[in-house]
Structures are given as C-alpha cells and as structure tokens.
Nanobody, 123 residues
Framework: QVQLVESGGGSVQAGGSLRLSCTAS?????MAWFRQAPGKEREGVAA???????RYADSVKGRFTISKDNAKNTLYLQMNSLKPEDTAMYYC????????????????????WGQGTQVTVSS
C-alpha cells in the first residue's frame, strides 16, 4: 500500500494561484490529482506517468501543471488563473504498479488515495 499526504490547499480569489503537494511512501510511477465538489462525482484533473507523460482534463488545460520530484517522492499540482468552478476537495492518487502503469484520469486505475485538501476560489 502507498501512503499519500496532501498539503497546500486554501482559499484564494479568482485569478490567483495555489500549489498542491503530495508525499508518497513508497514512490510509484503513475500518479494523479482528482477533485470532488459537493454533490458532484469525483473527476480526474491531471495525471503523470513513469516517463514524464501527462494528461489533463479539458477544463484545466493551460492553467494547471502536474509534476513530480522523484528524489523527494513528491507530486505537485501548480494551479494558476483559478476560477470559482475549481472549488473542490482535491485528492492525490497513485497506482500500485511500479513503472508499468497508465497515464490515466479514470478512477479505477488508482488503488491508493490521500485524505484530500480543500481548495476554495471566491469571485
């Protein structure tokens, strides 16, 4: 099992920026960020694979950037030009496989989940 701990959430005004962090123990090749707003289903936001490949939801392309520091076992999500529609609980997720995995935004690929960090964007 992988332990995931998110941090970096908070409240910002529209147009502002936040950077989320997720520490993974142990490290895994494929990781992603998901989010869930009240009353809505959880959705994939950004994913990163073992060779640096990335995938983004259309709603965040050009605004969010996912990256990974393998030396520190830490996943990041840089969020710029935030909108009120981005308000949600953000979750870090990891696939159990090491190396051989999928750069994917579908929930069923991920077996390990963090507890979440709240992001609130006011207008």
């Amino acid at each position: 099992q992988v332990q995931l701990v998110e941090s970096g959430g908070g409240s910002v005004q529209a147009g502002g920026s936040l950077r989320l962090s997720c520490t993974a123990s142990p490290n895994r090749g494929c990781m992603a960020w998901f989010r869930q707003a009240p009353g809505k289903e959880r959705e994939g936001v950004a994913a990163i694979g073992p060779y640096g490949s990335t995938r983004y939801a259309d709603s965040v392309k050009g605004r969010f950037t996912i990256s990974k520091d393998n030396a520190k076992n830490t996943l990041y999500l840089q969020m710029n030009s935030l909108k009120p529609e981005d308000t949600a609980m953000y979750y870090c997720a990891a696939q159990n496989a090491i190396g051989d995995c999928y750069t994917d935004l579908r929930e069923y690929r991920y077996a390990s989940w963090g507890q979440g960090t709240q992001v609130t964007v006011s207008s």
